[in-house]
């Protein structure tokens, strides 16, 4: 019986399962678990992190827009109002619409041996005074004298002027570009002596009463909407009749013919 008994134990040996063995296999399982567990951790992080990133950047796009926006709204305010002005002030010295900056010359030599004077004649006036006539000399864009004449007419149909007296005008203020005759109708009994100014206005005085009272001072500037740079004379058909008239001609390229409402 004991050889049997000795067999059996010379046979392959069992080997129970060692502790530390299965220690180890369960430290491998968990240790797995824990690096799974860490990496979701570590990715739910970085989404976080990514999604908090682009909502910031949203509202900072948002609030940066917003804000360009205003500084732009508020620079077209700023150029609307400078535009503004400064079609303002240029009109006033003679643009149109803040285009044209076209100003009214002084006739008058840069040559220190030449002087230049424009002399402006008027039409006859039958006034009840020697003087029926006047003749005004422009020198440098002013007044350099003004003369009272008496036209006489000769029998072989020439004519003569004498002196009848002086005058003085007053109220010019600014220079003068050019001195003319303005009016409208059949006679010159209503018509005015125009100065248009080197600033586009128009002054005048009366004419009738200027050489019957010998008082030439100025009664204001005509009301024309625009700025003037001459004035010619027309003639105005109406049907069978028609009328002599003045027309100014205006910086813009327009023209508007001279009405007795213009007068102040």
Not at 204 to 220: C, M, T
Not at 251 to 261: N, R
Request: charged share 20%; hydrophobic share 35%; net charge negative.
């Amino acid at each position: 019986m004991q050889p049997n008994n000795n067999a059996m134990s010379a046979g392959t040996p069992t080997v129970a399962p060692s502790v530390n063995a299965t220690a180890q296999k369960d430290d491998i399982v968990f240790s797995d678990k824990s690096r799974r567990g860490s990496g979701m951790m570590i990715g739910m992080i970085v989404l976080a992190l990514l999604a908090a990133g682009g909502i910031g950047f949203g509202v900072w796009a948002y609030l940066s827009g917003g804000q360009k926006e205003a500084e732009l709204n508020g620079k077209i305010s700023d150029l609307e109002s400078q535009l503004v002005g400064q079609s303002t002030v240029i009109g006033n010295d003679g643009a149109v619409n803040g285009v044209n900056d076209y100003k009214n010359p002084v006739i008058k030599s840069t040559n220190s041996e030449k002087s230049y004077s424009i002399m402006f004649e008027s039409s006859l006036i039958n006034s009840n005074t020697d003087a029926n006539i006047v003749s005004i000399n422009l020198e440098n864009g002013a007044v350099s004298s003004c003369e009272l004449g008496k036209r006489t007419y000769e029998a072989d149909g020439g004519n003569g002027t004498s002196m009848a007296g002086s005058c003085r005008i007053t109220g010019l203020d600014g220079e003068i570009y050019r001195i003319v005759e303005i009016g409208a109708g059949h006679d010159n009994s209503e018509n005015v002596i125009g100065f248009i100014m080197t600033d586009g206005t128009v002054k005048y005085i009366p004419l009738y009463d200027a050489i019957e009272r010998n008082e030439f001072a100025v009664k204001g500037s005509l009301k024309i909407d625009g700025y003037v740079i001459d004035k010619c004379d027309i003639n105005v058909g109406e049907g069978m009749t028609g009328y002599h008239s003045t027309v100014f001609v205006l910086s813009d390229g327009t023209f508007i013919e001279y009405d007795k409402s213009m007068l102040n």
